[in-house]
């Protein structure tokens, strides 16, 4: 892959994550601000929203010091590059352990909904992280 044509596959890969990461708030927002609005203590939904709309702040912010930092690499960049993405592949593989872990510690005898809540939230980021990241490693791989 050339220097350009790794520079686009990057730029497009922010992208993705930028639009994930904005949806990611408004629906989480948008989550929080029905139940509030509903007046409806349910600790599932609201750790749900919480989660979902922090993890889109993080995303965000990620991809505004990324973004600044685009350019052109050589190959000993491109190798940092795709490092960096297998080991961001890894760590969403154990955060969907952790969101499982998180949802059947919640669903246990004490029904504390408020960790299947965040559980249910951290399983649903790390699976579009990990679709997103999937799709440049693919394009890096070739």
Known sequence: ?????????????????????AASILAGTLVHLAVVWRRQATLLLRQFAIQLAVWGVLEVTYVAVAWQRLGLRDLAGATRLDRHVWFSLGL??????????????????????????????????????????????????R
Do not use: Y
């Not at 892959?1 to 990461?21: K, N, P, T």
């Not at 809540?117 to 999937?134: K, N, P, T, W």
């Open 92 to 141: 969403e593989v154990g955060g969907l352990g952790v969101g499982a872990t998180l949802v059947l510690l919640g669903a246990g005898r004490e029904r504390r909904l408020g960790l299947v809540g965040a559980g249910m939230a951290v399983i649903l980021q790390c699976s579009a992280l990990f679709l997103i990241d999937a799709r440049l490693a693919a394009l890096i791989s």
């Open 1 to 21: 892959m050339f220097a350009d044509s790794l520079l686009r596959a990057e730029q497009i890969h922010l992208f993705r994550l930028l639009v994930w990461g």
